[in-house]
């Protein structure tokens, strides 16, 4: 067990440009999660996959977000034409599919939109 | 709808002294509550759940919480706080209902101070 683990730490954008992030959850969790974190506030959910398929998207993911799970591994989410709002904290998790499994966090990407 | 309160921002107690950090939810269904917790610059760690059966439930770094379903409150509680404890914790609700998201919504978290 690695981990969960984000890459990159750090992303400096100007606003219009577009940035991937990555995510690779421990091997044997199915489920995968985004989540976005703004100082001072809790985590808020993004979107899951379970394996490779898509399975639930909050309103806050606008159509400038996407997010993928090619063959049910890792993850990426990107965010095109970038806004000043989207700076935050952005948080993967996995787990495994069980109800009560818990969520194991990477260490996060914080992005900043200059 | 599902949500957490932690009604405190921050709490502040002395190394040495009993803590508590305040949840609260709100779930149509039946929960499951979680504790995590949060260091500067990482991503969230998980420190206990409560699932089903005794109300008291412990975790790890001698943490412990006490479900309430009357109160609908999932208190986090260590005897001795250390310095070491402080950090950001957050608690986080699942409504196990059929047909309900199983999507764990966090509360805004609560920064727990231990001074020394």
């Known amino acids: 067990d690695t981990g969960v683990s984000q890459d990159p730490r750090h992303k400096i954008t100007k606003r219009g440009q577009n940035v991937t992030f990555r995510c690779d959850p421990i091997s044997e969790h199915n489920r995968l999660y985004w989540y976005r974190q703004t100082l001072g506030q809790g985590p808020e959910f993004l979107t899951y996959f379970q394996n490779e398929a898509q399975l639930e998207k909050s309103r806050l993911l606008s159509d400038r977000f996407s997010a993928e799970r090619p063959k049910g591994s890792f993850s990426t989410l990107e965010i095109q034409r970038t806004e000043q709002g989207d700076s935050a904290m952005y948080l993967c998790a996995s787990s495994l599919v069980g109800i009560n499994s818990p969520l194991h966090f990477g260490n996060g990407t914080r992005l900043t939109v200059t | 709808a599902q949500s957490v309160a932690q009604p405190e921002d921050q709490v502040n107690v002395a190394e040495g002294n009993p803590l508590t950090v305040k949840c609260t939810y709100s779930?149509?269904?039946?929960?499951?509550l979680f504790w995590y917790v949060q260091y500067p610059n990482r991503g969230l760690q998980f420190l206990l759940k409560y699932i089903t059966g005794d109300n008291l439930v412990k975790g790890s770094y001698g943490f412990e919480a006490e479900f309430n379903k009357s109160q609908t409150s999932f208190h986090l509680k260590k005897p001795s706080a250390l310095v070491s404890d402080s950090a950001l914790y957050f608690c986080a609700v699942r409504d196990i209902r059929v047909g309900g998201s199983y999507i764990p919504t966090f509360g805004r978290g609560t920064s727990l101070i231990v001074h020394p």
């Open positions: 779930v149509s269904g039946n929960p499951y």
